[in-house]
T-cell receptor, first 117, second 112 residues
Framework: DGGITQSPKYLFRKEGQNVTLSCEQN?????MYWYRQDPGQGLRLIYY???????QKGDIAEGYSVSREKKESFPLTVTSAQKNPTAFYLC????????????????FGAGTRLSVL | SQQGEEDPQALSIQEGENATMNCSYK?????LQWYRQNSGRGLVHLIL?????REKHSGRLRVTLDTSKKSSSLLITASRAADTASYFC????????????FGGGTRLMVKP
């Protein structure tokens, strides 16, 4: 988990509420990612960002939003439009683009577990 | 989308035994990676094998890649209770930029 900090570890959302999950990295990585993991399942990509001020939708972006104003930070907002937000959310980053192999290896935070009240 | 599929979904073995888990994928890849996830934690990168490599070793881990069959296997030798975790393969498809596609994982339990 070193180098990527996710907070909070646990989060509870009330119906109709937007909540924001924090992800900060000090690895000087260009790319950052958000994944959703449901119990016993693999990872599904929500959003990713290859560079500051740019991001793209992943496979399950509906009901989520992101921003990438700083290289170190990639917060994820779970909006009220996401009707089934209960899941484990993982943030990851990968290396600078001039290292051909290293850029593909992803480093993960410890995750945020989101539940609905 | 999850194009990597792993089997078995779950595996239970005794300490000291070897554990083998497999990953299959559908389209040509640049490289394939294996990650480990302890319960309730983030993933940790274990090993990467490029599409032009057939086998790679790292400590007690051995990874093979058969691009003709579009499959890979991860072997953990002389398993320990501390190896209990979920193991995921992740593929980097050609023309996918930095995007990895993760499989559904194999949940390994090593009994002491």
């Amino acid at each position: 988990d070193g180098g990527i900090t996710q907070s909070p570890k646990y989060l509870f959302r009330k119906e109709g509420q937007n909540v924001t999950l924090s992800c900060e990295q000090n690895l000087n990585h260009d790319a950052m990612y958000w994944y959703r993991q449901d119990p016993g399942q693999g990872l599904r990509l929500i959003y990713y960002s290859q560079i500051v001020n740019d991001f793209q939708k992943g496979d399950i972006a509906e009901g989520y939003s992101v921003s990438r104003e700083k290289k170190e930070s990639f917060p994820l907002t779970v909006t009220s439009a996401q009707k089934n937000p209960t899941a484990f959310y993982l943030c990851a980053s990968s290396g600078s683009r001039d290292r051909a192999i290293a850029k593909n290896i992803q480093y993960f935070g410890a995750g945020t577990r989101l539940s609905v009240l | 989308s999850q194009q990597g599929e792993e089997d078995p979904q779950a595996l239970s073995i005794q300490e000291g035994e070897n554990a083998t888990m497999n990953c299959s994928y559908k389209t040509s890849i640049n490289n394939l990676q294996w990650y480990r996830q302890n319960s309730g934690r983030g993933l940790v990168h274990l090993i990467l094998i490029r599409s032009n490599e057939r086998e790679k070793h790292s400590g007690r881990l051995r990874v093979t890649l058969d691009t003709s069959k579009k499959s890979s296997s991860l072997l953990i030798t002389a398993s320990r209770a501390a190896d209990t975790a979920s193991y995921f393969c992740a593929t980097l498809f050609n023309n996918a930029g930095n995007m990895l596609t993760f499989g559904g994982g194999t949940r390994l339990m090593v009994k002491p």
